[in-house]
């Protein structure tokens, strides 16, 4: 089992960046998919999930707006979108997949864990 993420860069403040998770080695399209980040000094963060369809996304409300979730069952791979960024969405952005039931906000309810990418904002 194995999720890659990549896309995370330097961007300025009000900037976009577009994450992607590619997922190997297991069903997909069963698997309800999260968004977490972590900045140096704090804890795991949710920011936010998307339903194994995609037929349901929920994000955290600091990111509501600017970030949007979606994925693509067909190349096993989910994305998050990220605009108008702020220098405290800086951290290193992981994405999770919860291989059965309903989605979750809570990193300890996720099975799989990629290896992050880290996302700077800065001018």
């Known amino acids: 089992v194995q999720l890659v993420e990549s896309g995370g860069g330097l961007v300025q403040p009000g900037g976009s960046l577009r994450l992607s998770c590619a997922a190997f080695?297991?069903?997909?399209?069963?698997?309800?998919m999260g968004w977490f980040r972590q900045a140096p000094g704090k804890e795991r963060e949710f920011v936010g999930g998307?339903?194994?369809?995609?037929?349901?996304?929920y994000y955290a409300d600091s990111v509501k707006g600017r970030f949007t979730i979606s994925r693509d069952n067909a190349k096993n791979t989910v994305y998050l979108q990220m605009n108008a960024l702020k220098p405290e969405d800086t951290a290193l952005y992981y994405c999770?997949?919860?291989?059965?039931?309903?989605?979750?906000?809570?990193?300890?309810?996720?099975?799989?864990w990629g290896q992050g990418t880290q996302v700077t904002v800065s001018s």
């Open positions: 999770a997949a919860k291989y059965k039931g309903r989605g979750s906000v809570w990193p300890v309810d996720y099975d799989y």
């Open positions: 080695g297991f069903t997909f399209s069963n698997s309800a």
């Open positions: 998307i339903s194994w369809s995609g037929g349901i996304t």
